[in-house]
T-cell receptor
Framework: AQSVTQPDIHITVSEGASLELRCNYSYGATPYLFWYVQSPGQGLQLLLKYFSGDTLVQGIKGFEAEFKRSQSSFNLRKPSVHWSDAAEYFC??????????????FGAGTILRVKS | NAGVTQTPKFRVLKTGQSMTLLCAQDMNHEYMYWYRQDPGMGLRLIHYSVGEGTTAKGEVPDGYNVSRLKKQNFLLGLESAAPSQTSVYFC?????????????FGPGTRLTVL
């Protein structure tokens, strides 16, 4: 079965510092990969997605992620973090099955704290 | 467009009570999903629907029922609430079953069962 691992439950970075959130997945075929962000009390917003082509994908709010098949990873990066980036970040893999349709398998999430 | 909306935003139930959560989307999406979010577990699929009048079980369907009488609405019911159903519930919708297709999420319903 597909699975997604986000090794870091919490990460704290200083405002203006760079950020990398880790995501590893287990999937038999070419994966469809997503990063979502959830601000406190809000729903999930898509930051970026990968399903083919260039392995470095750009998203909203200055985020990017790199797909590395050899490492089964899809890490999220941002060169300079802003205080408004404090939120919980979820990595997900899209699974297509006759049983579940278009199902997203989520990691447990990483909570980002930004200190000034 | 409002996107995906959920009603109510918060609810407190006593064990054994019933309730219905309403999800509505105005994007004419075929596919709709109910997830629950628990700390440290990400989101898990409860039920989903591939079109009006159809529903199917997800990973954690026990204790829940759903209905999709209209394309734009997807209802999640708890017939006899249990404390284990304390969670945040998210509805999502998508226009395609294709793997790269984005799911759009509602703001969530925070349910507490005492």
């Amino acid at each position: 079965a597909q699975s997604v691992t986000q090794p870091d439950i919490h990460i704290t970075v200083s405002e203006g510092a760079s950020l990398e959130l880790r995501c590893n997945y287990s999937y038999g075929a070419t994966p469809y990969l997503f990063w979502y962000v959830q601000s406190p009390g809000q729903g999930l917003q898509l930051l970026l997605k990968y399903f083919s082509g260039d392995t470095l994908v750009q998203g909203i709010k200055g985020f990017e992620a790199e797909f590395k098949r050899s490492q089964s990873s899809f890490n999220l990066r941002k060169p300079s973090v802003h205080w408004s980036d404090a939120a919980e970040y979820f990595c997900a893999v899209g699974e297509i099955s006759m049983e579940y349709g278009n199902k997203l398998v989520f990691g447990a999430g990483t909570i980002l704290r930004v200190k000034s | 467009n409002a996107g995906v909306t959920q009603t109510p935003k918060f609810r407190v139930l006593k064990t054994g009570q019933s309730m219905t959560l309403l999800c509505a989307q105005d994007m004419n999406h075929e596919y709709m999903y109910w997830y629950r979010q628990d700390p440290g577990m990400g989101l898990r699929l409860i039920h989903y629907s591939v079109g009006e009048g159809t529903t199917a079980k997800g990973e954690v369907p026990d204790g829940y029922n759903v209905s999709r009488l209209k394309k734009q609405n997807f209802l999640l019911g708890l017939e006899s609430a249990a404390p284990s159903q304390t969670s945040v519930y998210f509805c999502a919708s998508s226009y395609s079953l294709r793997g790269g297709n984005e799911q759009f999420f509602g703001p969530g319903t925070r349910l507490t069962v005492l």
